[in-house]
Every structure is written in C-alpha cells, then in structure tokens.
C-alpha cells in the first residue's frame, strides 16, 4: 500500500494550495480517507475526512469553512482544498486510509491503518 501526498508550498496568508494524495495497493473505493497534519513542536491533529462514498464529511473547526476535502475513486485520489491559508496552518499534511465502516467521523489517528509521507505547507504572513 502507498500513498502518495502531493502539492505543498510556500504561499503567503491569504492563498490558496490543493493537495492530492494518491493511493495504491488497497481497494480505495472502501476506505474512508483522511488528512492529518503536524506543525513543528505540536502534536498531529486532524484537518478533514470523507467518506467511501464522498456523500459524507468531517472537518476540524480550525479549517470548517477555509478547506474542502473531495476524492475521485476513478483516479484513486483525495484532495484537500486549503483557502484563505493561515500562518497557523503551517505543518506537514498527511493523508491516511482508515478501512470500511460509514461516514466520515473519523478524527484519531489510531482509526487509520495506511500513512502516506507527508508534504509541507508554509503559510507566510
């Protein structure tokens, strides 16, 4: 299984940055996706998550509003996009595969068996 996570940057407070996150090995269409992420000295927290199907989202209250979470079971793919980008948001973005279930509350990373490697996002002010 490998995940693939893609489209971080520099941007200044203020823009806008999409991340995608590309799956292999595993059966995508059953697995909730999610997006994690880990600024310097902090714990991971997490950003966002979909459903199997995409009918269904969850997001954290620091992004509600700023970021969208979609995925393409065609493509194998899950995207995140940031808006309105905070120097707050700054931290390496996971994306991570939890198996089966409904809905998309899944906020701990324990619920999550498959870890992609991570990409930066900075967000100057």
């Known amino acids: 299984v490998q995940l693939q996570a893609s489209g971080g940057g520099l941007v200044q407070a203020g823009g806008s940055l999409r991340l995608s996150c590309a799956a292999s090995g595993l059966g995508f269409s059953s697995y909730v996706m999610g997006w994690f992420r880990q600024a310097p000295g902090k714990e991971r927290e997490f950003v966002a998550a979909i459903s199997w199907s995409g009918g269904s989202t969850y997001y954290a209250d620091s992004v509600k509003g700023r970021f969208t979470i979609a995925r393409d079971n065609a493509k194998n793919t899950v995207y995140l996009q940031m808006n309105s980008l905070k120097p707050e948001d700054t931290a390496v973005y996971y994306c991570?595969?939890?198996?089966?279930?409904?809905?998309?509350?899944?906020?701990?990373?324990?619920?999550?068996?498959?870890w992609g490697q991570g990409t930066l996002v900075t967000v100057s002010s």
């Open positions: 991570a595969a939890s198996y089966g279930g409904s809905g998309a509350y899944r906020v701990t990373g324990d619920r999550y068996a498959y």
